[in-house]
Every structure is written in structure tokens, then in C-alpha cells.
């Protein structure tokens, strides 16, 4: 189950469950620092075996974590964080341009009750003045465009920007198609960018949908 943490939108927080994913999804990077948190009178021989959590449990355990991380400092509309959960172990990725994000969220995960072990692959990416030039470029030709305004009231709007190498990737959540379009092509039009990939994930039925259903 992969779990994506969002600012914005109607809500401060999205989850977006793959059902193509198994419920205790493992692990795709392995060569990050890992974080396993045990008692200090006991040593990793004498440590019992975690429970499973049960259904209720894991939403709950999701929950917890995916608040910790949308209230990090630094937690804004250029990072994209997300997270999965095999058994009591808990799998950080997505990208960020702040090295203090990946450390800050790796520490405050890893104190969650029910949190055994956080594996910390958030991705921090390479420090380029053009790419900074780029995400602010980009953020103001979607945010400032009238009919994508809308979006830029939220704390920290829904529609985020991923910069490396100056290929941008949109990551998070729109109303309709149409607004996933336009964002994009407006991504499109920022001057040094070489490649667009617009992954926005459309939150309610688009035009043509509507159409259909009040014929």
C-alpha cells in the first residue's frame, strides 16, 4: 500500500492506496540509511517479534505518520513525499530539494508508536541554480494563471513541482481534467526545461464524464 502525503485542495491531506499494490508492499530501495529503533535495556537477540497490525491499526498507524510529515518545517509545494508500510517497518520516498527535509522527516517517523525500523530513501535533490530558477518560474506560470488560481490559496497548494536536471514532474491533486491539462501546458511554456511529466491525479469526474451523466 503506498500512501502519498499532499497540501492543499479541500483537504490538507490526500491518501492514494494502489490497489494493484499488496497490502504489506515491499521495499523497492534498499541502499538508503535505515533507522531501527529498539530499547535501550535489550538487544536485537532479546527484542520480541512485532504483531501485525491489524486493518484498523495500519489506517490509524497511516494517518499519524502522514500528519508528522505534512507538518515538517520546510514541507512544501517542491517536495513530494510519500510513503509505504510492510508489518511495523515504514518506507520514506519521493523527492525534495532540502537535505533537512529527508533527515527531519526520518527522525520524527521513527518515533510513531507502532513504528519499528523507518527506511529513509527519500530522494534529496541535486543543488542547481538553474533548476531553482525553474521551480520558481514554473510555480508562478501554474499558480498566477487564472483559472489554476484558485489553487494557490492552500497552505501548501496541491500542485506540486519536481525539478531535476530541468526535467519537472507534477505530482498531487486537480478538480477536473481540464485543470490537469492546463497546468501542465503551462509547466510546458517555462523557458529551459527539457521534458514535462504531468502526474496530476484528477479528484472528481472530468467534463466529458459529466456530460454523459446529464444526458
Not at 509505504?84 to 515504514?90: A, E, K, L, N, P
Not at 529527508?102 to 529513509?120: L, Y
Request: glycine share 6%; net charge positive.
Amino acid at each position: 500500500m503506498r500512501y502519498f502525503v499532499r497540501g492543499g485542495g479541500h483537504c490538507a491531506l490526500m491518501i492514494m492506496m494502489w490497489a494493484a499494490l499488496p497490502c504489506a508492499a515491499q521495499a523497492t530501495k534498499t541502499n538508503e540509511q535505515s533507522v531501527q529503533t529498539q530499547p535501550s535495556n535489550s538487544s536485537p537477540q532479546e527484542q520480541p517479534p512485532s504483531q501485525p497490525l491489524s486493518q484498523e491499526s495500519l489506517q490509524k498507524l497511516a494517518n499519524k505518520i502522514r500528519h508528522e510529515l505534512v507538518m515538517l518545517p520546510y514541507y512544501d509545494v517542491y517536495d513530494n513525499l510519500y510513503f509505504r508500510i510492510q508489518g511495523r517497518t515504514v518506507t520514506l520516498l519521493g523527492e525534495t530539494p532540502n537535505a533537512s527535509t529527508k533527515s527531519t522527516a526520518g527522525n520524527v517517523v521513527k518515533h510513531i508508536e507502532g513504528v519499528d525500523k523507518v527506511i529513509n530513501n527519500i530522494e534529496v535533490l541535486p543543488p542547481s541554480p538553474a533548476d531553482e530558477r525553474i521551480r520558481r518560474a514554473t510555480y508562478r506560470a501554474i499558480y498566477s494563471y487564472g483559472p489554476l488560481f484558485k489553487y494557490s490559496h492552500a497552505p501548501v497548494p496541491p500542485i506540486h513541482i519536481i525539478v531535476k536536471n530541468g526535467k519537472v514532474t507534477l505530482e498531487g491533486v486537480v478538480d477536473s481534467e481540464s485543470d490537469k491539462q492546463m497546468a501542465g501546458m503551462q509547466a510546458n511554456q517555462v523557458p529551459g526545461t527539457f521534458q514535462i511529466t504531468n502526474n496530476l491525479a484528477v479528484s472528481g469526474p472530468s467534463s466529458g464524464e459529466k456530460k454523459k451523466k446529464n444526458n
